[in-house]
């Protein structure tokens, strides 16, 4: 299977993976030829890599990180906490909030467990999703890309585990920003920006207030918008005084942002949202936790069209654990021809090798 650019699709071509909504069930099975119709509505919906079948890469086989049935759940639990806050009646909310953060709690240290458990790196284009709600699915993104980061700078199972916490409630304030502000289409006023920033704010409130809820996960909404150098909001503090658990979600939360699908704004691909990283490390982000991320995401996930410096093209087929950016590369083309017989080379072995582009209009 092969990762194509939605804006190169043209009708017959079929699906080789389902898209699903934000529950995770099926809207558009696997083996289904595409129309002009169901084209237009999935990139009216903000749907902007798929994958394809093609003959050429039946081979190449993309598994999900996490299991579609914890994902599931994952989502349900942060669902359940953001809609306890629309009850109106105090005690009913706080009642349902609690609930609702022990189930939190529960789903975050299963997400800890199959993290400890699983070799691979993470990338969450395997499965393409359509969401009503970017926040829910945003958080657990979050959570995830949160948790491979701090697996791979050594933090402890216990310590993970009140990091996924605090990454699945990082953006709980936003429940009390206007809906017209949060789902907004565009670019927001100062005005609006202004509010907006406040959900850091209203999230901490809620969070230290709602007992059984430790002040690490409110500090974790409190500071994922801090920046290194004192750029970020709403405390504007530096370095030391920011939370070792923001640092990371900070880094999580840019990266899942520029990398999700949006009406407004197509996704970028990883190795695009790892520039934005780097353009801000050192100064917003710490330098070497950008690099232990690089390490734990696939840059370059299985099944993209990319081009090596010998000129050399072909699709990434398999990734190395620690060296996501020196994948496995099934070459298609060399010298200007398509072979008949394409053969794999992996790029950790060959060190004089780099890619040096890719192309998502490979149909």
Known sequence: MKL????????????????????????INAGIPLTETIIN?????????????????NDIVVNSTIPLSLRKKAMKSVEDVFQSLQKKHKKTRVALLEQSFREVHKIGNQLVDEMMNNDDVLSLLTDV?????YVFS??????????SLGKEIGLTQPALE??????????VGKMLIPQDILNKP??????????????TTYGYELLRSTPNVSMLSATCA???????????????????????????????????????????????LPHEGLEILYAGAGS???????????????????????????????????????????PYILIQEEEDRILDKPYEIDLKESPTLMIISSDLKQT
């Open 4 to 27: 194509v650019a939605i804006q190169s699709l043209s009708p017959g071509v079929c699906l080789a993976k389902p898209i699903l909504d934000e529950a995770g069930n099926t809207l």
């Open 41 to 57: 509505r999935l990139k009216q919906r903000g749907v902007t890599f798929v994958y394809i079948g093609d003959k050429r890469t």
């Open 129 to 133: 999703y359509i969401y009503d709600n």
């Open 138 to 147: 945003h958080s657990v993104n979050v959570t995830l890309y949160a948790l």
């Open 162 to 171: 009140k990091l996924g916490a605090g990454a699945m409630l990082h953006d």
């Open 186 to 199: 565009g670019k927001l006023t100062d005005e609006e920006f202004k509010l907006m920033k406040k959900h």
């Open 222 to 268: 409190y500071q994922h918008h801090e920046r290194l150098d004192g750029s970020g909001y709403p405390l504007g503090i530096k370095e030391e005084r920011i939370h070792l658990f923001s640092k990371i979600i900070a880094i999580a939360d840019v990266y899942d942002a520029v990398t999700s699908n949006r009406v407004y704004r197509s996704a970028l």
């Open 284 to 326: 917003q982000f710490d330098r070497d936790m950008i690099s232990a991320f690089r390490r734990a995401i696939a840059v370059y996930p299985i099944g993209l069209f990319v081009t090596l410096n010998d000129q050399r093209k072909g699709v990434v087929s398999k990734q190395n654990k620690g060296l996501s950016d020196r």
